[in-house]
Structure formats: structure tokens, C-alpha cells
């Protein structure tokens, strides 16, 4: 089963383009994706006539734009890849274009572009992100094509599931790829209750994420072989988004991956996440949001959420 056969690439005509265009390319020639399409978004395309009359070839603003996109998409993708390629030029606002189009393709994963230092605001990726309906590849700006460890942050929820069984049948996890299981845990304040010291209980909280883990290897034993637990203790005032950056780092992963619940637009407005917390503190490796298709909660259901 292959969870990774249609992606939408959103192009900004920035510098950040060559990088999105480039990792695209990595990713279709270590995996089985079937189609890919790249896509950008213009706000107006209404040109006055008398300045179309003075480019060449008779060409509309959208065909022009279209013709360079391709040229640059050639030249990342050779003759040999296997992924069919689209490239598309549409008018309207990026987010509402991005996320319509990805409905009508029936998009598996969306993937856009975190700018920190390059021109733009980077604010869609944020955006999609707030939207809830579709999975999210970020690929920072100057990301070098690799892709040899994975951490997959687990709380052991059926999102944190997902994402491992989305990400094991993505193609992407070639045999060679090693994945770390990456858990935060804190130990409740309720153990003075029950007659027990610190130590033991954070002892009780390690055994308990391992009887867990094992649990998750019998439900995929593929993953017996190449995956590792990886335990993280969280404090009381640990920001558990920059824990699990930081996890990441150490481990030198290639890619962070996570299960994030749907929000409702409001909801997202007023609520912070753990994903966004992620998200806030990750400014130089790809990252993965997997979201379950077709589920929004709503903004009572997102108040009791801790993501």
C-alpha cells in the first residue's frame, strides 16, 4: 500500500521555488509518487492590453509564467524520472487555489516552503497548516536532498499511529531508512499521593511508554528491526514543540513526523498547538503533518485538545 502517490508542490516564482523544485525531484526518485503538481497561485492576472501587446510571442501573463515554471521544473527532473509532471497556473488567493486543487487532484500531501531569510513572508505554509483538511510536507529553504533517519514524534494516540502507518507505506522509507519513535513524558504530581518517591515513578512512566512501544511493534512489525524508542522527560516549564525539535537535532534525523488532529478554523485562530509549537522551533529540517482526511473538530472539542 503506497499513502504517497499524488503531491502538490506550491510555487511562489521565489528563490525558494529552486529548493521546493529540487527536493520534489529527491523525493519522486527515491519513492514510488505517481504525480506531481506544481502549482502557483496569482492573485490578478488582469493585464492591461496594451502591455500584453509588447510581449513576445503573443503570450497571456499566465501561459508566460507557466512556460518558465516548466523550464525550471525540467531541469531538476530528468528524462528518467517515473512521476508524471503538471504544472499550473491559476488566479485567486494562494491558500483558497492551493487547497481547492488539492481537493480536485485528491492530493495525498501538500508540500510548501518555511522561508526565515529569503524574500516573502512564508505565511501560507502557516496557513495550509491552520487549515486542518491536508497533510503538509515543510521543506525549509537550502534543504539538502537526504533522507537516511526519520523521527516520528508518539504520544501513542491513533494520530501519532497514523503517522507511523502513513509514513511506513508513504515509499519514502526505503529499507536503508532508520525511524526513532520519539515520546515526551511527564511524570504527574499525583505520585506523592501514592506513597511514591520521584525516581520511581518517572521509572514507572519509562517502563509504561516501553510497554507501549512494544505494542506499536506488534501492531507493525516492520518496524521491529529498524525503529528505536527514544524517551524525553518534560518539565514544568518545558516548551514540549522545542523538546522535540531539539530530539530531533541530537538524532540528527532527516525529517520530523507527526499526527495532528483537525481544527476548526476558529478554533485554530485562538488556539496554539503542539504542532504549531513545533512548527514555531523547526526552521531547518523537512517536516511532515499528517492529518486524517475529511476530520475538522470543532472549537469546545479543540479548548479540551492538547493539539
Known amino acids: 500500500m503506497n499513502t504517497l502517490k499524488r503531491i502538490m508542490v506550491g510555487l511562489d516564482l521565489s528563490e525558494m521555488d529552486d529548493t521546493l523544485i529540487r527536493y520534489t525531484a529527491f523525493l519522486c526518485s527515491i519513492s514510488e509518487i505517481e504525480k506531481v503538481y506544481f502549482i502557483h497561485a496569482e492573485k490578478s492576472l488582469d493585464i492591461p492590453a496594451e502591455i500584453l501587446e509588447g510581449m513576445p510571442n503573443g503570450m497571456t501573463p499566465d501561459e508566460k509564467i507557466r512556460v518558465a515554471m516548466e523550464e525550471k521544473v525540467r531541469s531538476y527532473f530528468g528524462s528518467e524520472s517515473q512521476a508524471k509532471i503538471e504544472v499550473q497556473v491559476v488566479e485567486g488567493s494562494p491558500l483558497k487555489e492551493l487547497l481547492h486543487w488539492s481537493k480536485v487532484k485528491q492530493i495525498d500531501m501538500v508540500v510548501v516552503g518555511r522561508k526565515f531569510h529569503m524574500r516573502g513572508s512564508g505565511v501560507l505554509a502557516q496557513k495550509i497548516l491552520r487549515s486542518g483538511r491536508v497533510s503538509v510536507m515543510f521543506v525549509p529553504e537550502n534543504e539538502d536532498p537526504i533522507l537516511n533517519h526519520i523521527m516520528v514524534s508518539v504520544d501513542f494516540s491513533e494520530y501519532s499511529m497514523m503517522a507511523l502507518d502513513r509514513i511506513l507505506h508513504s515509499a519514502l522509507t526505503r529499507p536503508e531508512v532508520n525511524i526513532t519513535c520519539l515520546h515526551v513524558y511527564q511524570v504527574p504530581t499525583g505520585y506523592i499521593t501514592l506513597g511514591m518517591s520521584y525516581e520511581d515513578f518517572d521509572e514507572r512512566m519509562q517502563g509504561f511508554a516501553r510497554d507501549k512501544f512494544e505494542q506499536v511493534l ?74 486524517k482526511e475529511k476530520e475538522e473538530i470543532g472549537f469546545l472539542d479543540a479548548l479540551l485538545s492538547g493539539d
Open 218 to 291: 506488534s501492531r507493525f512489525p516492520e518496524l521491529r528491526d529498524r525503529a528505536t524508542l527514544r524517551l524525553v522527560k518534560q518539565e514544568n516549564e518545558d516548551d514540549v514543540g522545542e523538546l522535540i525539535v531539539i530530539e530531533a537535532k541530537r538524532a540528527r534525523a532527516d525529517m520530523l513526523v507527526i499526527g495532528a488532529k483537525g481544527k476548526s478554523a476558529a478554533a485554530l485562530f485562538v488556539l496554539g498547538s503542539v504542532t504549531e509549537k513545533i512548527l514555531r522551533h523547526n526552521d531547518d529540517m523537512p517536516m511532515i503533518v499528517y492529518k
